[in-house]
C-alpha cells in the first residue's frame, strides 16, 4: 500500500502501485508485506534527524518491523517464505521532493526514481544494508533494476 502524505510533488500513485506488486510478485511477498508513505521534505528530515541523527531531507527511510540478522531469502527462497507464517516486514518513507532533485541530477524520471527508490526500500525492509554487507545488497538492487528496466 502506497500512502500519499505531502503535497509538495504531483505523483500519479496507480502506476507506483503496479511496481510494488511487481516487486512484491518478484520477492515472493504478500501484498500488504508493507506500507510505503510519501512524505514532505519537512517530515523526512524530522524522520531523518530523529531515527539517523542526521540534519536535512533524505529520498527514502525503511522502517524494518523484524531486526535481522541476516537478510531474508530473494527468489530462490521465496516459495519457502510463502509457506511460512505471514508477518509484516515494515514500512517505508520515500520523500518525492528529495526524490525529484536526485533524479535531476540522474538525469532521470521523476517516476523511474520513485521505483529506484521503492526497490531499494523493500531491500532495506529484507535485511539487506549497503553500509555494511560489503556490496551485497547493491548486486542485488542492479540486478533486479536491469530486471525491471530501471538503469
Not at 78 to 99: F, K, Q, V
Not at 108 to 120: G, K, T, W, Y
Request: charged share 30%; glycine share 6%; hydrophobic share 40%.
Amino acid at each position: 500500500m502506497i500512502l500519499n502524505q505531502q503535497q509538495e510533488v504531483r505523483v500519479a500513485l496507480g502506476p507506483l502501485e503496479s511496481f510494488l506488486r511487481q516487486v512484491e510478485r518478484e520477492l515472493g511477498l504478500k501484498p500488504l508485506d508493507m506500507t510505503i508513505c510519501l512524505v514532505s521534505d519537512r517530515a523526512m528530515a524530522r524522520l531523518n534527524k530523529h531515527f539517523r541523527q542526521k540534519n536535512g531531507p533524505t529520498d527514502v527511510l525503511s522502517f524494518p518491523a523484524v531486526a535481522r540478522r541476516r537478510p531474508a531469502g530473494l527468489p530462490r527462497q521465496a516459495h519457502a517464505r510463502n509457506s511460512r507464517e505471514h508477518h509484516y516486514l515494515g514500512d517505508i518513507a520515500i520523500s518525492p521532493a528529495t526524490a525529484r532533485r536526485y533524479a535531476k541530477k540522474q538525469a532521470r524520471p521523476l517516476a523511474s526514481e520513485l521505483r529506484v527508490l521503492i526497490l531499494h526500500g523493500v531491500l532495506h525492509l529484507l535485511g539487506y544494508d549497503h553500509e555494511t554487507d560489503e556490496g551485497e545488497m547493491d548486486r542485488i538492487e542492479q540486478k533486479l533494476r536491469q530486471r525491471f528496466g530501471l538503469t
